[in-house]
């Protein structure tokens, strides 16, 4: 297909992107133009917009104006034909007033006032920006150690995160979301058990990632049963020992709780550090990717490899020689994006000109194993996986090779591992990243995840349940004869095709979901692609929610033996609120509970409708809150006002009636309960019609709970989909409030598109 283009001159004919409905949302609600809140450019606007911007680039190297919108062309047609993609960033702002295209910056934290709080406004012209950012923390003194200049003592690492983390709550990205932030700190930091477990309370620093950067040496003394030393980064002396057993136990144990904290294996990540003469790496980007010098950013693009097949004598095989193309245009595209780029800071703008990190990577694998009838669990799948990326790998080295030849090496080429080996323009070239939001919008699979759901029910808009179904398991169905809408129902329900018997095997096999997947395999392709990506593999290795620590430690274990940078892990239904890892949420949360009958509350709205009343008590006044969502009343706020009165106690009540209500408890029962407690300070005070605060709330409740409360929703829907949810968990998304998927190293919502990694 076509789209008609017009400008001064004449009528510009070009390729039209074959987008499904869900990625034309998704496209319009974050990625178009949009002026006076109105969407003011196609979705081919945007990538020709961010072609020939990025083409443009190329007139400092010489490039006549004919040659440039040729390129301009090659890029337009590699993205509008979803065979490419580039990081949100770069889609977003390319051609427009912001200009910044990195997804992601690591920013050094040195061990001063200054300089810490230097970071933290660095982070936030960075978040403001669209990127995230990742800091290591272990130059940070251990807490309580003595402060000479003051006189004081140190607060120590982690408390210092809970300020960026305030600082990351304050600001967003783009105008629009929180920024993302990773938290490492080193294994043999006194303050690491402090560390490990800092986000043992879900509610706490919630803007960031964390991971333990582990050495060789503590994996060794792990093995062994031996105590390794914690060193005082300020002093560089050894302040204590612990039982590496002990510590590797406790990192376990919280993984196994809610997903972190993550491992990476730094002592792996500086050996193929490019440029040692610069210094160590030290920490990664939010989702752990992509590890980066201090003041480093990288800009990430991942190829479509659903799209890199062809058939041969009736049997579909990898397009060799269309990956290869993509992949060198691709590497191009993104050193022409360095230089297209718009940096927040000086300082940043040098580091990455210097080196010139690119990252490519690929999505939609699970896609490409599924059109060659491979299953994920399997040896094929490891060997393809390892085939794939080792060819991008060298077509990418070659192509980067051609622009060293064309434009020069990277500034920073002397003293890098390239030296006197091979002369290149990029420091790094490849990544394997999470593709979230990308790879809805080329309606493929994430990263190198395996499918998360063969099928899964999506409430609209108006409230009607939608069965979203995987096209390609609709189209063999349909090929095989066994398609039907109750048996997609069926599967949306549980979201699997196990036990399913009315489906072929061979089908159910490579239909194979993420959590039917033993742990093992996960870590198998993580392994396999990691052998030929210069950077790191974002992956999610998931449990069932049966899975032991013991599980998770040989997780931990495997991915140290087989050579990843780094591993995360998540356990179906390890947080506050279950996520939607198949079928829908009702069904996985019965799935996940515990064998007693153990109720959770259904998730609060992002937009609710209610009334507040202003009750006389003994201590002043009470200001009750009713709200109610599309069901029925869901939540109860208090507020004492300027008199005081027993807030907390209020607070408490009104939580406590809230998550009830939303757990199926009759409001009635509730009414019935609080009704007629009676306080002295209430009783003595005259005009006080109410016995206490819980009787109070009583009669409000009691007062509206037979109105129609939620009759203003249906205006409110337009609103909804613009309203951020202001009280989110680790399994809510931020946007819409729905459950979200923990695939590729991030958070990602199926339902509006929301990526914690943009």
């Given at each position: 297909?076509?789209?008609?283009?017009?400008?001064?001159?004449?009528?510009?004919?070009?390729?039209?992107?074959?987008?499904?409905a869900?990625?034309?949302?998704?496209?319009?609600?974050?990625?178009?133009?949009q002026?006076?809140?109105?969407?003011?450019?196609?979705?081919?606007?945007?990538?020709?917009?961010?072609?020939?911007?990025?083409?443009g680039?190329e007139?400092?190297?010489?490039?006549?104006?004919?040659e440039i919108?040729?390129?301009?062309?090659?890029?337009?047609?590699?993205?509008?034909n979803?065979?490419?993609?580039?990081?949100?960033p770069?889609?977003m702002?390319?051609?427009?007033d912001?200009?910044?295209?990195?997804?992601c910056?690591?920013?050094?934290?040195?061990?001063?006032m200054?300089?810490?709080?230097d970071?933290?406004?660095?982070?936030?012209i960075?978040?403001?920006?669209?990127g995230?950012?990742?800091?290591?923390?272990?130059r940070?003194?251990?807490?309580n150690?003595?402060?000479?200049?003051?006189?004081?003592?140190?607060?120590?690492?982690?408390?210092?995160?809970?300020?960026?983390?305030?600082?990351?709550?304050?600001?967003?990205?783009?105008?629009t979301?929180?920024?993302?932030?990773?938290g490492?700190?080193?294994?043999?930091?006194?303050?690491?058990?402090?560390?490990?477990?800092?986000?043992?309370?879900?509610?706490?620093i919630?803007n960031?990632?964390?991971?333990?950067?582990?050495?060789?040496?503590?994996?060794?003394?792990?093995?062994?049963?031996?105590?390794?030393?914690?060193?005082?980064?300020h002093?560089?002396?050894?302040?204590?020992r612990?039982?590496?057993?002990e510590?590797?136990?406790?990192?376990?144990?919280?993984?196994?709780?809610?997903?972190?904290?993550g491992?990476i294996?730094?002592?792996?990540?500086?050996?193929?550090?490019?440029?040692?003469?610069?210094?160590?790496?030290?920490?990664?980007n939010?989702?752990?990717?992509?590890p980066?010098?201090p003041?480093?950013?990288?800009?990430?693009?991942?190829?479509?490899?659903?799209?890199?097949?062809?058939?041969?004598?009736g049997?579909?095989?990898v397009?060799?020689?269309?990956?290869?193309s993509?992949?060198?245009?691709?590497v191009?595209?993104?050193d022409?994006?360095?230089?297209?780029?718009?940096?927040?800071?000086a300082?940043?703008?040098?580091?990455?000109?210097?080196?010139?990190?690119?990252?490519?990577g690929v999505?939609g694998f699970?896609?490409?194993?599924?059109?060659l009838q491979?299953?994920?669990?399997s040896?094929?799948?490891?060997?393809?996986?390892?085939?794939?990326?080792c060819?991008?790998?060298?077509?990418?080295r070659?192509?980067?090779?051609?622009?060293a030849?064309e434009?020069?090496?990277?500034p920073?080429?002397?003293?890098?591992?390239?030296?006197?080996?091979m002369?290149?323009?990029?420091?790094?070239?490849?990544?394997?990243?999470?593709?979230g939001t990308?790879?809805?919008?080329?309606g493929v699979?994430?990263?190198?995840?395996?499918?998360?759901?063969?099928?899964?029910?999506?409430?609209?808009?108006?409230?009607?349940?939608?069965i979203?179904?995987?096209p390609?398991f609709?189209?063999?169905a349909?090929?095989?004869?066994?398609?039907?809408?109750e048996l997609?129902?069926?599967?949306?329900?549980?979201?699997?095709l196990?036990?399913l018997?009315?489906?072929?095997?061979?089908?159910?096999?490579i239909?194979?979901?993420?959590?039917?997947?033993?742990?093992?395999?996960?870590?198998?392709i993580?392994?396999?692609?990691?052998?030929?990506?210069?950077?790191a593999?974002?992956?999610?290795?998931n449990?069932?929610?049966?899975?032991?620590?013991?599980?998770?430690?040989r997780?931990f274990w495997?991915a140290?033996?087989?050579?990843?940078?780094?591993?995360?892990?998540y356990?179906?239904?390890?947080?506050?609120?279950?996520?939607?890892?198949?079928?829908t949420?009702?069904?996985?949360?019965v799935a996940?509970?515990?064998?007693?009958?153990?109720?959770l509350?259904r998730?609060r709205?992002?937009?609710?409708?209610?009334?507040?009343?202003?009750?006389?008590?003994?201590?002043g006044?009470l200001?009750v809150?009713v709200?109610?969502?599309?069901?029925?009343?869901?939540e109860v706020?208090?507020?004492?006002?300027?008199?005081?009165?027993?807030?907390?106690?209020?607070?408490?009540?009104a939580?406590?009636?809230?998550?009830?209500?939303?757990?199926?408890?009759?409001?009635?029962?509730?009414?019935?309960?609080?009704s007629?407690?009676?306080?002295?300070?209430?009783?003595?005070?005259?005009?006080?019609?109410?016995?206490?605060?819980?009787?109070?709330?009583s009669r409000?409740l009691?007062?509206?709970?037979?109105?129609d409360?939620?009759?203003?929703?249906?205006?409110?829907?337009?609103?909804?989909?613009?309203t951020?949810?202001?009280?989110?968990?680790?399994?809510?998304?931020?946007?819409?409030?729905?459950?979200?998927?923990?695939?590729?190293?991030?958070?990602?919502?199926?339902?509006?598109?929301?990526?914690?990694?943009?």
């Amino acid at each position: 297909m076509i789209v008609l283009s017009f400008n001064e001159d004449n009528v510009v004919t070009r390729l039209k992107a074959n987008l499904s409905a869900n990625a034309r949302v998704v496209l319009e609600k974050r990625y178009l133009k949009q002026e006076n809140g109105k969407v003011c450019e196609t979705p081919e606007d945007m990538f020709y917009r961010v072609a020939s911007v990025i083409a443009g680039i190329e007139k400092q190297y010489g490039k006549s104006e004919q040659e440039i919108q040729s390129l301009t062309e090659e890029f337009y047609t590699m993205m509008v034909n979803l065979e490419f993609m580039p990081n949100s960033p770069t889609l977003m702002n390319a051609g427009r007033d912001l200009g910044q295209l990195s997804a992601c910056f690591v920013l050094p934290v040195e061990d001063s006032m200054e300089d810490i709080f230097d970071a933290i406004k660095n982070a936030a012209i960075i978040h403001k920006s669209g990127g995230g950012t990742g800091f290591n923390f272990s130059r940070l003194r251990p807490k309580n150690s003595m402060v000479r200049s003051t006189g004081g003592v140190a607060s120590g690492p982690v408390s210092f995160m809970k300020v960026f983390n305030a600082a990351t709550e304050a600001v967003k990205q783009g105008g629009t979301r929180r920024g993302a932030n990773m938290g490492i700190l080193r294994v043999d930091h006194p303050d690491i058990l402090e560390f490990i477990n800092c986000k043992e309370n879900n509610n706490d620093i919630t803007n960031f990632n964390i991971s333990v950067a582990v050495t060789e040496e503590f994996m060794e003394a792990v093995k062994e049963g031996l105590d390794y030393d914690l060193i005082d980064p300020h002093s560089g002396k050894v302040v204590n020992r612990l039982s590496a057993r002990e510590v590797f136990n406790e990192i376990t144990e919280h993984a196994w709780r809610n997903g972190e904290p993550g491992m990476i294996f730094i002592d792996r990540i500086n050996r193929d550090n490019p440029t040692p003469q610069l210094g160590p790496i030290e920490a990664t980007n939010p989702c752990g990717e992509q590890p980066l010098l201090p003041n480093e950013a990288c800009n990430l693009g991942s190829i479509n490899l659903k799209l890199m097949v062809k058939e041969e004598e009736g049997k579909k095989v990898v397009d060799w020689e269309r990956l290869g193309s993509v992949t060198r245009l691709a590497v191009r595209f993104l050193d022409d994006v360095i230089d297209a780029n718009q940096y927040p800071l000086a300082i940043i703008e040098k580091m990455v000109k210097g080196n010139r990190k690119i990252g490519l990577g690929v999505m939609g694998f699970a896609d490409l194993l599924i059109l060659l009838q491979i299953s994920y669990a399997s040896p094929e799948a490891e060997e393809l996986a390892e085939k794939i990326m080792c060819f991008i790998q060298t077509e990418a080295r070659l192509e980067s090779k051609r622009l060293a030849q064309e434009r020069g090496v990277f500034p920073n080429y002397r003293g890098s591992v390239y030296e006197g080996q091979m002369e290149l323009r990029n420091a790094t070239l490849t990544t394997i990243a999470p593709t979230g939001t990308i790879s809805m919008i080329c309606g493929v699979s994430s990263g190198v995840e395996p499918l998360f759901a063969v099928a899964y029910t999506k409430t609209v808009m108006d409230g009607t349940p939608l069965i979203e179904v995987n096209p390609l398991f609709e189209q063999y169905a349909k090929q095989y004869e066994f398609y039907s809408p109750e048996l997609m129902e069926k599967i949306s329900k549980q979201g699997t095709l196990a036990g399913l018997t009315e489906i072929p095997e061979w089908i159910r096999k490579i239909f194979i979901t993420a959590q039917e997947i033993e742990p093992e395999w996960h870590i198998r392709i993580q392994a396999a692609f990691q052998k030929y990506t210069d950077n790191a593999v974002s992956k999610t290795i998931n449990f069932a929610h049966s899975a032991s620590k013991e599980d998770v430690a040989r997780a931990f274990w495997l991915a140290y033996e087989l050579g990843c940078k780094g591993i995360t892990v998540y356990r179906d239904g390890s947080r506050q609120e279950q996520v939607l890892s198949a079928g829908t949420l009702q069904n996985k949360q019965v799935a996940s509970q515990p064998s007693f009958n153990t109720i959770l509350p259904r998730p609060r709205p992002p937009v609710t409708v209610g009334v507040t009343e202003k009750v006389k008590i003994g201590c002043g006044n009470l200001y009750v809150s009713v709200n109610a969502d599309d069901h029925s009343i869901c939540e109860v706020f208090t507020n004492t006002g300027r008199a005081g009165g027993c807030a907390s106690q209020s607070e408490a009540t009104a939580r406590l009636i809230s998550i009830a209500i939303r757990s199926g408890i009759s409001v009635d029962a509730i009414i019935e309960q609080i009704s007629g407690i009676r306080c002295p300070a209430c009783i003595r005070r005259e005009g006080v019609n109410v016995t206490s605060c819980p009787d109070a709330i009583s009669r409000v409740l009691k007062k509206y709970k037979d109105m129609d409360l939620n009759k203003s929703l249906a205006t409110l829907q337009n609103i909804q989909t613009k309203t951020k949810a202001k009280e989110t968990t680790a399994n809510a998304c931020p946007e819409c409030g729905k459950p979200v998927n923990h695939e590729s190293g991030c958070v990602i919502c199926i339902h509006c598109g929301y990526s914690k990694c943009g």
